[in-house]
């Protein structure tokens, strides 16, 4: 993955889902760290010239960095259960909304490099445990439910970080509760 590649900064930038294929509801309206707000765009409308795997978030533009997006593949999230989908683009949308995404990119660009695999993993636990807390606080699901991430985890995680994943997800689900 290279962060500086984005490709095309004219991009057909789509908001579900009045003009997508997607047929699910919480496409709901986010600002990155900055108030600059953000958009869904389908990789399929677009011209990227790095592989998506089936969802990221993307910088469209570089110098300066702007223009945030959630780039998908419209069958990976037609794919996916209503807990599913809900949990995936929380866990991307709070990649721009606290800053990370935007602090890997100037990370890259500063040092021509990545962070540490465990500055990055950080970064991925911090999106699935804030993930986490919204399916119960906004989206009210049950722990039940929350288990059923499991065939996702399993498909989007290397097999062995899966436990792990999947027990700090439920960790961070239970010590939501709201204080009275």
Do not use: W
Not at 46 to 69: C, E, G, H, M, T
């Amino acid at each position: 993955m290279n962060f500086l590649a984005l490709g095309d900064s004219q991009a057909n930038i789509v908001k579900p889902p009045q003009e997508s294929n997607v047929l699910r509801r919480n496409f709901s309206r986010y600002t990155d760290h900055r108030g600059e707000e953000g958009r869904y765009v389908d990789v399929n409308s677009v011209s990227l010239s790095q592989d998506i795997f089936l969802i990221a978030v993307r910088y469209l533009d570089q110098n300066p960095i702007s223009k945030p997006v959630i780039a998908y593949e419209i069958d990976f999230l037609n794919s996916l259960s209503d807990v599913e989908f809900d949990f995936t683009l929380e866990h991307e949308r709070y990649h721009l909304t606290s800053g990370d995404a935007f602090r890997a990119y100037k990370y890259y660009e500063e040092h021509n490099k990545y962070q540490t695999r465990r500055d990055l993993q950080a970064i991925e636990d911090d999106a699935d445990a804030h993930a986490a807390r919204q399916l119960k606080r906004q989206f009210n699901y049950s722990r039940a439910d929350v288990e059923s991430l499991r065939p996702l985890i399993n498909r989007v995680t290397s097999q062995y970080q899966q436990d792990e994943r999947m027990k700090n997800i439920l960790v961070c689900y239970d010590e939501s509760v709201p204080k009275l």
